[in-house]
């Protein structure tokens, strides 16, 4: 009989843990996959990425037919009308076709899934739904949940004061949406509430939005948002939220101290950030101890100190982000599996997919200025021929290059599909691009991408069409 129950057990089936069970049965591990969620997928695929992204696309169509954004197109709508429960009813599908396919791929491979609340006994042995399991490696991939604001009741149920999970299906679109945080969540959200009608309010405790992004990006984003009718309150900190009947009362102050005043609200969004899940996970049994953000700490190949248990995802340091998690499950798997895997966690894009898109990838010049010297280059979407052709031109490309070694230590976009352009940025800076290789490389025409040649070029200033 073999020692364990399995060569490998993963904690978490969101895009960390699913996908570190299928690269380790691909590997020829006997691997078995624990969640306490009635579906697969994680955080991303059920409440996260997925609805999020099917929701930000159907309000983004309905804003265009409804706004009269499209006239100038020669393309005139009458009677636009908004069916919300078949926009979320649309949403609920794609996440279904999404975690279900999760589950066929499981099965593909041979991964057994095991559905329950998995606790640590020891090293080697976990109980999940009263069974206890043992494997000779466990991987812990439990991500991550919302962040509470103390004193701050969320009833997603209720549906007044709610977090990301309950501003994905709010029954009706609220006439005033607070958004608390200025971050990814409060903005990609916001953005699906106000183009479907609703007054925006984002509260932001720092002087700016999305905080960790390039300054420039930061200033020109939030100048956007403010064009496209949010009220962005940077600077300002929320001391109570009150809920009488229907309506909130949120009340703030600058964050500096100073006289309180008081937003009415019909539905108030906390998205203030996100904590690592290691609650109930019984750590303590096996000598684990969080680090001050509550995170995991591992090596460079995600062991833990404790022999044969590793970490990855949103449980560990790092960008709470769905690719680096799936990056650091294959990572785990192949070196499990006696392989050398590897995430180069200098090149990890982000992207926030407002309209338009804001993406990013490597150090801001802030940073990178701190490290040396560096040079810059800057182009506008306003002077790329198919943002203009298309007549969607807002936003730029920014190029960061260290001054000596012309090394891309950074890349900054903001245009419409800014998400699909940081992957040609990411993919230079993995093979230690200098700007001159992305300006000498040729890019189709007209293409958004040549916004990023351009910018290049301007690193050595000698863009073209400029
Ligand atoms: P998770 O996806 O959080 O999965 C962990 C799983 O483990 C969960 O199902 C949890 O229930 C389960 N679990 C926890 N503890 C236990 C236990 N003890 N036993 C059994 N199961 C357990 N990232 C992007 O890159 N792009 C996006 O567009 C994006 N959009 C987002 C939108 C929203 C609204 C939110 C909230 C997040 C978004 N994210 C996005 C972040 C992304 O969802 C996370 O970075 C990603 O899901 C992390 O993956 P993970 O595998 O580490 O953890
Ligand atoms: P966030 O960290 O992006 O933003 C939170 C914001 O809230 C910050 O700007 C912070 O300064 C502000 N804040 C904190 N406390 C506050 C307070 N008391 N009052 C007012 N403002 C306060 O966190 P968010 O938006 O909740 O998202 C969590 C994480 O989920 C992200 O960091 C990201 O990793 C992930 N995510 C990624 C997405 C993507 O990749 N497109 C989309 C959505 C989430």
Redesign the pocket.
């Known amino acids: 009989m073999a020692e364990y129950d399995y060569d490998v057990l993963v904690?978490?089936?969101?895009?960390?843990?699913?996908v570190a069970a299928i690269r380790a049965a691909q590997l020829g591990l006997k691997t078995a996959c624990?969640?306490?969620?009635d579906t697969l997928?994680?955080?991303?695929?059920?409440?996260?990425?997925i609805?999020?992204?099917a929701l930000l696309n159907a309000s983004h169509y309905f804003e265009e037919a409804s706004s009269g954004a499209l006239v100038k197109h020669g393309i005139k709508f009458s009677g636009v009308e908004l069916d919300l429960p078949t926009m979320l009813g649309d949403k609920d599908e794609a996440v279904k076709g999404l975690t279900s396919g999760i589950e066929f791929l499981f099965k593909k491979n041979k991964v057994e899934w095991l559905k329950?609340?998995?606790?640590f006994k020891d090293a080697h042995s976990v109980e999940?739904a009263g069974k206890t399991v043992t494997a000779k490696n466990i991987v812990i991939?439990?991500?991550?949940?919302?962040t509470q604001l103390p004193g701050i009741d969320v009833d997603n149920d209720k549906g007044i004061v709610v977090d990301?999970?309950g501003a994905?299906a709010l029954p009706k679109v609220p006439e005033h949406l607070v958004v608390i945080g200025g971050g990814?969540?409060g903005l990609?959200?916001g953005s699906v509430w106000k183009r479907l009608g609703a007054k925006v309010t984002v509260v932001e405790y720092l002087d700016q939005i999305l905080p960790g992004m390039d300054g420039d990006v930061r200033k020109e984003a939030a100048k956007i948002f403010k064009k496209q009718g949010f009220d962005i309150k940077t600077s300002t900190k929320v001391t109570g939220v009150s809920v009488s009947g229907s309506k909130a009362t949120v009340s703030v102050e600058p964050a500096a101290g100073g006289e309180a005043t008081m937003i009415e609200a019909d539905v108030v969004l906390v998205a203030i950030g996100?904590k690592p899940?290691t609650d109930?996970?019984g750590l303590d049994k096996i000598g684990i101890e969080v680090n001050k953000r509550g995170q995991i700490e591992t090596d460079h190949d995600f062991a833990t100190k404790v022999d044969g248990v590793w970490a990855?995802?949103?449980?560990i340091p790092g960008?709470?982000?769905?690719?680096?998690?799936e990056d650091e499950?294959v990572a785990v798997a192949e070196n499990i599996a006696g392989l050398t895997g590897i995430v180069n966690h200098d090149v990890i894009p982000?992207?926030v997919?407002t309209h338009p898109e804001i993406a990013g990838v490597g150090l801001t010049e802030e940073q990178a200025k701190e490290r040396g010297s560096v040079k810059t280059g800057k182009f506008p979407m306003m002077a790329n021929s198919r943002a203009k052709a298309i007549r969607d031109t807002e936003g730029f490309v920014k190029v960061i290059a260290d001054a000596e070694t012309d090394k891309v230590l950074g890349v900054w976009i903001i245009a419409s599909p800014a998400g699909d352009m940081i992957a040609q940025a990411a993919q230079a800076m993995e093979f230690g691009a200098s700007s001159e290789d992305i300006a000498y490389t040729c890019h189709a025409h007209p293409t958004h991408a040549e916004a990023l040649k351009e910018a290049s070029m301007a690193v050595q200033g000698k863009p073209i069409h400029m």
């Open positions: 904690i978490g089936a969101g895009p960390g843990g699913y624990a969640d306490s969620r997928g994680g955080t991303c695929l059920n409440v996260g990425c609805p999020s992204k329950g609340l998995a606790t999940v991939a439990t991500g991550s949940s919302v990301s999970t994905l990814v969540i990609e959200l996100r899940n109930g996970l990855i995802g949103d449980v960008p709470m982000l769905a690719h680096k998690a499950g982000s992207v997919y």
